[in-house]
């Protein structure tokens, strides 16, 4: 069971980060992504890193957030820097296997103007 942490309530300009763990670690991993919901909108793709390490963005968080995971591979992170308001949502840990994706439990992140 994957569980994202990490979120919390943060002024605009501020900076968070974002982990996700499983109960171990994964095997046969193709890619590791991040989502967000904002309240009253679809879930939407952030970032992704795939297999050989490379990643991509979504344009809304580029140059401000940064995806990364630990050297054992067994945790994600997401590095949140200058946050504005639209980025508050809770955040979803989504990782896609050979076997599969799963997705973890969510975490909320509140950003005040």
């Known amino acids: 069971q994957l569980q994202a942490f990490g979120g919390g309530l943060v002024q605009a300009g501020g900076s968070l980060r974002l982990s996700c763990a499983g109960p171990?670690?994964?095997?046969?991993?193709?890619?590791l992504r991040w989502y967000r919901q904002a309240p009253g909108k679809e879930r939407e793709w952030v970032a992704t890193?795939?297999?050989?390490?490379?990643?991509k963005y979504a344009d809304s968080v580029k140059d401000r957030f940064t995806i990364s995971r630990n050297r054992a591979k067994t945790t994600l992170y997401l590095q949140m820097n200058t946050l504005e308001s639209d980025d508050t949502a809770v955040y979803y840990c989504?990782?896609?296997?050979?076997?599969?994706?799963?997705w973890g439990q969510g975490t909320l992140v509140t950003v005040s103007s």
């Open positions: 171990g670690r994964v095997i046969g991993i193709k890619a």
């Open positions: 890193m795939i297999s050989n390490g490379s990643v």
């Open positions: 989504n990782i896609e296997t050979v076997y599969g994706a799963s």
